[in-house]
């Protein structure tokens, strides 16, 4: 396929205005040793040829089209509305480069300035920046951000929040001689009694997931005053989808909320269409990473968006700048713009109240059956539970996938002394009907 | 001036139409009410036709690639053909989940798989991690792995050499590796000195950090001699890729004595800018860097893949699960149709772009690299400065021809910098109307100069305050009534 | 240019005020005028310790950031609050209103040493 619109007579022009006979002479400052022939690839195929190709990958995929999924942890599936797919398909949104020139980008400028509207809303905090790569690296971030507004040297991490997520954490503080602590379990929420232990002078920053990642609910108040009493902050890894109902970051006192954006208007995509927000209270406005978009007026006093706080950034600060962060996600926050502009603070709440009942239900019915039993008895969650069973896990999983559920998610990677335990997530996705046919084929194992 | 959602809100209406909820009330106790939200967002009640006409109206607020010429030196604006959008957007891409069983995830195994493989012929490496999510991720991502590959050896090394002309991502992902920057003066033209590497090359030397052609569009000439430097004081040689798309398929990095690169998927290989993102960064390892790669890494055993886990000096994870997939599937399909002769004759073609405009603009003003460039070139703004118009002016002024301004004041080596990179996506027809508004507006400038001072006139809304932006920030809307 | 007779300055642009103890300081009009539009300026906390010739604090334009060096060691025990929501004063009053921080002086000898005004305008020339 050639994307090359210049045709042969159109380059002997070029050529000859260039001052060459041949295009190679403007390599030839490449050293001879150092050029190639050609590269040991296949030769170019047509559009018709690469369409089968793709679809012969993706064929070999099972995807939850065919079947039941009820696996979560950290990338869900939920509905997505078409008017999300239509923005985000425009050519206009997709195609445009970073909005550093501002009166050519109000597009991209407003709709991220709305985003940052509803993040904030949602997390009960301050000032939202334009998007991250993803929750964990935002959680990353979050603990740098405590670290550089303390002044301290110590983050203090529950286990309870995804192993993707501690380790993203520990990658990225690797050069920066902080040291991690990590909190127990309690019944497979966050060790209130640990946190208070390891809390210390020198800690600058708690950082708690709720839903953590067995979906059981945190007391994120409560780590608050842990926090608080050795004047460290508290970083919350959130849910937005749930801050309809359930409690916002910034009512239980957060500093910082960060978490994965991909429930709000985006696909599983193998995990690949994660986008990472960032909320504070506004005291840490001008020590955030990323970029933010601002509100200001132009030269006839007509009001307009520009990107704003942007000496915090690499390309002004380089080595001295906030993170290092460029190119983030604009357009999958984009479709959480979309997403969340339909809703309404009363449909995030059916929303969020539909997802508490449907994956409730799935609870209730699952431990009915003889050999499921609660793995954290008496845990509220949201959307994902975690269930003992005496099955073989293995076995349990392949004869699921037989017919056509995906799911639950064997816990035994992911953390010692759980190889019996698995976790369902539940949205609402899934009718009575499917759920009936998982718990139906689940007894019959 | 297209409202604010909360500004459009009309109490009571939703958007959207929630699923069926018909599950039966459990026994269970109800959420403690500490869980609770206790005060009501403030978020925008619309319907849908309302929500579609408000991001289309706003969509046309954009200058985009699909619409307007991009000369933006430094990101290579190049065609995103739509034949990627849709194959991206394949229900076997789009509904898998990360944590399904691998024999259900074949396909896009082999697919990231083959990509990796594409990539290191490409550009002369042994192998590539997929997860890093954009450039600078990936630049964070190698520095680490150059961390580790000295550590492991016992060496202590804390410095990284980067030349001034370097993209601020290079140093400020080098602090946040924890390693000093040390950097060199590079000529006028952009290129290093190299006795002045020789000196700087000291012991504690990790790697240098460099941009090939550098960001002034030259190639460094004097590459194999610094590489061969490099190696003799035991230091790596880190190949920042944002510049690739010059040497596609006519050299590759590798070749050049580079230990380590990233590769921008959303420049060389035209995955969408997204209006800043999901881009993919990529970084691929000559062999002895191998061990230190993130994890997983998928494995080809007997036809079938798999993610291994089992890599104990792995550096660990930038980001969860493996990458940003879809951008990795548009890539993976651009190499596909372009193929070998493809990808060499878009290298070629972008160098003869660059070449023929700057032989065109550079009587406008000043080109301090010289005559001849690689798939860039940069022009200084300097002399209008007497005219009290300067590098921004211009651009604003481009603005108001339909045009998307090219790349300003970087390098910050140039004053009044001017960055232009055409591509090879763009006729002659094209490139002629940008250089002959180009020229008008550099002889406006002398003549006339308030109109490059008060530009743009014609786009949605004229030069924004980015003073009071910054002074008195707004970041979110204010509160509903 | 603005170069008032009573103060001491540092070649990097900076002024220093002895009140006692203690050394007032903040940048000077030339550099107010380089910068143009102060957007940002970030100022140690009460308390920090400075040292001579070491960056503490920052000034920030739309596009630029620059390190200001402090003329003097000592500990931080005045910070000028109102550069947070005010920060076009360094450009309106660089002199006074826009001043940085005041510190407690632990080398006081160090202020002798510094840039009288005369010298400091020889050195912009």
Not at chain 1, 315 to 334: D, G, P, Q, V, Y
Not at chain 3, 14 to 22: D, I, L, R, T, V
Request: charged share 25%; net charge neutral.
């Amino acid at each position: 396929m050639n994307y090359i619109p210049v045709n042969e007579k159109d380059n002997k022009a070029m050529l000859e205005s260039i001052g060459v006979k041949d295009a190679a002479e403007l390599f030839s400052v490449i050293p001879e040793e150092a050029r190639i022939a050609k590269l040991d690839m296949p030769e170019g195929i047509s559009e018709h040829k690469l369409v089968k190709e793709l679809e012969r990958l993706a064929a070999r995929n099972l995807s939850s089209k065919e079947y039941a999924s009820y696996l979560g942890a950290g990338v869900y599936e939920h509905f997505i509305p078409a008017v999300v797919g239509e923005i985000t398909n425009r050519s206009e949104f997709s195609t445009a480069y970073t909005p550093y020139q501002p009166e050519a980008s109000q597009g991209t400028l407003q709709a991220i300035f709305e985003y940052q509207s509803m993040i904030a809303e949602l997390t009960g905090l301050d000032v939202s920046n334009a998007s991250l790569y993803d929750g964990a690296s935002a959680a990353a971030e979050a603990a740098l951000l405590c670290v550089r507004s303390t002044g301290k040297k110590k983050i203090a991490v529950s286990k309870a929040l995804h192993p993707e997520y501690r380790k993203v954490i520990a990658t990225y503080l690797r050069g920066s001689g902080i040291t991690i602590v990590e909190i127990e379990l309690d019944n497979g929420a966050t060790s209130l009694a640990d946190a208070t232990k390891l809390c210390d002078a020198e800690t600058g920053g708690l950082v708690i997931q709720s839903p953590n990642f067995f979906g059981i609910i945190e007391d994120l108040a409560e780590f608050k005053a842990v926090a608080q009493n050795c004047s460290a902050l508290l970083a919350a890894v959130i849910n937005p989808l749930s801050l309809g109902v359930l409690s916002s970051p910034g009512e239980c006192g957060a500093d910082i909320a960060v978490g994965e954006g991909q429930v709000l208007g985006n696909p599983a995509g193998l995990g690949g269409f994660t986008f990472g927000f960032l909320a504070v209270k506004k005291e840490f406005a001008w020590k955030i990473p990323g970029r933010i978009v601002g509100q200001t007026t132009d030269n006839k006093g007509d009001r307009g968006y520009v990107l704003t706080l942007q000496s915090r950034e690499q390309h002004i600060r380089r080595e001295k700048a906030t993170s290092n962060i460029c190119t983030n996600s604009a357009l999958n926050a984009l479709a959480a713009c979309v997403y969340l502009s339909g809703w309404g603070p009363d449909g995030m709440r059916k929303l969020g109240e539909q997802n508490i009942a449907k994956s409730s239900y799935a609870f209730e019915q699952i431990i009915k059956i003889p050999g499921f039993s609660p793995a954290f008895p008496g845990r509220a969650f949201f959307n994902e539970f975690a269930v003992k069973t005496d099955r073989n896990v293995e076995e349990l999983g392949k004869k699921l996938l037989s017919k056509k559920i995906m799911g639950p998610l064997p816990l035994k990677g992911f953390h010692a002394g759980m190889a019996d335990t698995v976790l369902f997530c539940v949205t609402e996705t899934k009718t009575r009907e499917d759920i009936d046919r998982l718990v139906k084929t689940l007894s019959e194992i | 001036m297209e409202k604010q959602l909360i500004e459009m809100m009309e109490q009571g209406q939703t958007g959207y139409s929630l699923p069926e909820s018909d599950v039966p009330a459990t026994a269970l106790p109800p959420l403690p009410d500490k869980y609770l939200r206790k005060t009501r967002p403030s978020l925008p009640e619309l319907s849908e036709p309302e929500i579609l006409r408000h991001f289309t109206r706003l969509s046309r607020l954009n200058y985009a690639l699909s619409t307007n010429f991009y000369p933006l030196g430094s990101c290579t604006m190049k065609y995103n053909p739509p034949v990627n959008e849709i194959l991206s957007g394949l229900p076997g891409f789009k509904y898998i989940h990360p944590y399904q069983p691998e024999t259900s995830l074949q396909g896009a195994m082999e697919l990231m798989y083959n990509l990796s493989e594409s990539l290191c012929e490409i550009s002369g490496m042994h192998a590539f991690t997929l997860q890093p999510a954009a450039g600078a991720h990936g630049e964070f991502t190698g520095l680490l792995i150059i961390s580790s590959y000295f550590k492991a050896r016992g060496e202590k090394r804390t410095k990284i050499i980067v030349p001034d002309s370097a993209h601020g991502t290079n140093p400020a992902s080098a602090a946040l590796a924890g390693f000093e920057i040390i950097a060199v003066k590079s000529g006028p033209d952009g290129l290093l000195d190299v006795e002045k590497i020789k000196e700087t090359l000291t012991p504690d030397v990790a790697a240098i950090m460099l941009t090939v052609p550098n960001t002034l569009g030259v190639f460094e000439k004097n590459i194999l001699k610094i590489s061969k430097l490099a190696k003799k004081n035991g230091s790596l040689m880190y190949y920042d890729g944002a510049n690739l798309n010059a040497i596609l398929g006519n050299a590759r990095p590798g070749d050049f004595g580079f230990d380590l690169i990233h590769i921008n998927l959303h420049k060389t290989f035209s995955t969408p800018h997204g209006g800043g993102g999901p881009g993919a960064g990529p970084v691929g390892v000559k062999k002895h860097l191998a061990e230190f790669l993130p994890v997983p890494r998928i494995e080809k055993k007997r036809g079938k893949f798999g993610f291994d886990y089992d890599l104990p000096e792995s550096i660990g994870k930038v980001r969860s699960f493996y990458g940003n997939f879809p951008v990795l599937v548009k890539a993976y399909a651009y190499i596909l149709a372009l193929g070998s002769d493809g990808l060499r004759r878009t290298g070629t073609q972008a160098v003869v772009n660059a070449n023929y405009m700057l032989s065109k603009l550079k009587s406008s003003l000043p080109a301090p690299a010289g005559d001849r460039c690689m798939h860039e070139f940069v022009l200084t703004g300097k002399p209008l400065v007497e005219y009290g118009v300067r590098t921004l002016d211009i651009a604003k002024r481009l603005l108001d021809f339909k045009y998307y301004a090219p790349t300003i004041y970087f390098p910050t080596i140039v004053e009044e910098a001017i960055m232009i990179e055409p591509t090879e996506t763009e006729t002659k027809a094209t490139l002629d109307g940008f250089i002959e508004t180009f020229l008008k507006i550099i002889e406006e400038a002398k003549q006339n100069p308030d109109m490059a001072r008060h530009a743009p006139h014609t786009t949605p809304v004229g030069r924004l305050n980015e003073v009071e932006a910054a002074r008195k920030p707004v970041l979110k809307w204010g509160k509903v009534q | 240019m603005n170069i008032p007779k009573d103060l001491r300055y540092v070649k990097t642009h900076e002024w220093a005020s002895k009140e006692g103890k203690n050394v007032r300081i903040g940048i000077t009009d030339h550099a107010q005028h380089e910068i143009t539009d102060v957007v940002h300026v970030e100022l140690p906390s009460k308390g920090k310790k400075v040292e001579k010739g070491q960056p503490c604090a920052v000034v920030e334009s739309v596009k630029s950031a620059f390190d200001i060096y402090a003329p003097v060691s000592g500990t931080v025990i005045e910070v000028n609050d109102k550069l947070d929501s005010n920060p076009e004063l360094v450009n309106q009053s660089p002199y006074k209103d826009g001043f940085f921080v005041v510190i407690e002086a632990s080398n006081m000898p160090e202020y002798d040493s510094l840039m009288s005004p005369e010298d400091y305008e020889k050195s912009l020339k």
